[in-house]
């Protein structure tokens, strides 16, 4: 039976009626859940790493570090902090409301819709929902249709696990998904590119709906002279072809270094890739495939245009029956080839130069925001210039991708790269309201308050918001006389 608007509309009911039913706003149901999520992590990690080498052919040893280890991670981690977490956070009150006591009391949103790309199919879909459910909320989760193995490894297992009047799994496409936007959620986490970033906050916003986008867009990498050249190449170099061969949001998609800097820099780059992916990286088992053959295409197209021709200095190899291509670096590409305007998304890196570093500070600003920014130089004054004049989600520092791992550090975009952040308690938050709670008693009555409004009221009123005690006793003294 196809997954239409009648079917999503009953479960998003059924979820609700769970909600209502308030088991999912307690601790022990949300660790339960949790508990429950680390045992099928540990379980199943076979059927993880092989769900994901069929979608993919990731390595096993990515799928571990990067799908597997994070996902557990965030569940601990969630473990950990929860009672902290969903403790109300006492705060100050002000002069005007005094005498009262004031906190912040995080509150699920309710039922919840989270949408995941393909390209970390297993951590993009699991790391949300265990944000979900440890801010206490029921979850309909709809993997991504490009990476199926993974999609009903997910349908086939988190049943077992979780309680499912409250968590449930809807695999599917276009059609599936766009019967589940027409449904009133309370909140909706988008993974994926932005074009569908817009629909699904335009799907949002018919019922207010609060979403978190994470998005895309062209993460540079920044390249000065004064650096650890070895060092800087490696981490350059894990960071975007051991990110999943380049098809990872926050992948370096482009380097910029000095005119007089870039041959030393593609040379240092060549010899690492061949040190880590011998001389026929189509050969090794160490990268990933493209996704798929629409997504070959895509990248094929990208090499094929004439304003880059001549620009590969080093692989460039592509196999079309295996979806298999080679690390490509290009120099001196101009700015308004495609490969300079679209998110890359895959194992090919654009050089392109400038004549002093500063230079590309301005250039990455005058771009659309990127997701992550990277900066290699040992200079003090240029660490802080980046952190101060380029916007962008997040960014690193002299290496690439690893702020990602830091639970401490939301994860998210600004602009074009997406709106709200997870990861840590930062996830607990992307799915808790802050709701604001004051509380008197029936003491400390000011009738200054109530009317009839006279002149001495505004006076004593005026002082008390000013939080100046000497005129509030001068308004007091002046109603006395
Ligand atoms: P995708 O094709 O898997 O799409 C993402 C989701 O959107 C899928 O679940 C899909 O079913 C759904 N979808 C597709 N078309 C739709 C439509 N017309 N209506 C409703 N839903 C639709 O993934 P993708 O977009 O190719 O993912 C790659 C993009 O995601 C890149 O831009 C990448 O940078 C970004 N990304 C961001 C992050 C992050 O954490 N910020 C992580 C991974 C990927």
Request: charged fraction near 25%; proline fraction near 5%.
């Amino acid at each position: 039976m196809a997954f239409d608007g009648e079917r999503a509309s009953s479960m998003v009911e059924e979820l609700r009626g769970s909600f209502s039913t308030g088991k999912t706003r307690g601790y022990e149901w949300r660790a339960k859940q949790l508990k429950a999520i680390e045992r099928m992590i540990n379980e199943k990690e076979e059927d993880i790493v092989e769900a994901l080498r069929s979608d993919l052919s990731k390595p096993h040893f990515e799928s571990f570090l990067h799908e597997v280890s994070m996902a557990k991670s965030s569940c601990q981690f969630a473990l950990k902090n929860l009672k902290q977490w969903m403790k109300p956070e006492k705060v100050s009150s002000s002069l005007s409301t005094y005498p009262s006591s004031a906190s912040i009391v995080p509150e699920p949103f309710g039922v919840v819709l989270i949408i995941s790309a393909w390209n970390y199919p297993f951590l993009l879909s699991l790391d949300p929902v265990i944000g979900a459910i440890a801010a206490g909320n029921t979850v309909v989760l709809k993997p991504s249709e490009i990476s199926p193995a993974t999609a009903s490894l997910f349908t086939r297992i988190l049943p077992d696990y979780v309680d499912t009047s409250c968590v449930r799994i809807v695999e599917g496409a276009v059609p599936e998904t766009t019967a589940l936007l027409e449904q009133r959620w309370d909140k909706i986490f988008y993974t994926g590119n932005g074009k569908v970033g817009r629909i699904v906050m335009a799907a949002a916003a018919k019922h207010l709906t609060p979403v978190v986008l994470e998005l895309g867009g062209k993460s540079p990498v920044v390249v000065d002279s004064d650096i650890d050249l070895k060092v800087s190449t490696r981490r350059i170099v894990v960071g975007k072809w051991g990110s999943n061969n380049g098809q990872a949001c926050i992948a370096p998609d482009y380097i910029i270094t000095t005119k007089s800097f870039a041959a030393k820099l593609v040379d240092a780059l060549k010899s690492t890739l061949e040190e880590f992916y011998g001389k026929d990286p189509l050969e090794t088992e160490d990268l990933s495939r493209i996704v798929n053959s629409n997504h070959f295409t895509r990248l094929a197209n990208l090499l094929d245009d004439d304003k880059v021709s001549g620009k590969i200095v080093y692989g460039g190899n592509l196999d079309e029956k295996r979806l298999k291509i080679a690390p490509t670096l290009l120099l001196d590409v101009p700015e308004n080839s495609r490969i300079m305007k679209e998110e890359i998304f895959g194992p090919l890196l654009p050089i392109i130069t400038v004549d002093k570093i500063e230079d590309s500070f301005a250039l990455i600003n005058s771009r659309t925001k990127p997701l992550a920014a990277y900066l290699f130089t040992k200079k003090k004054n240029l660490q802080k210039m980046f952190v101060e004049t380029v916007s962008c989600g997040g960014m690193l520092i002299n290496d690439t991708t690893l702020h990602l791992a830091n639970p401490y550090l939301p994860f998210g975009g600004v602009g074009e790269s997406g709106t709200g952040s997870y990861h840590g308690k930062f996830s607990f938050d992307a799915f808790s309201h802050k709701k604001s709670v004051l509380s008197r008693g029936f003491g400390g009555e000011v009738s200054a308050r109530y009317p009839p409004y006279t002149p001495w009221k505004q006076n004593l009123l005026r002082a008390l918001l000013a939080g100046n005690i000497i005129s509030v006793v001068m308004a007091l003294f002046a109603r006395r006389s």
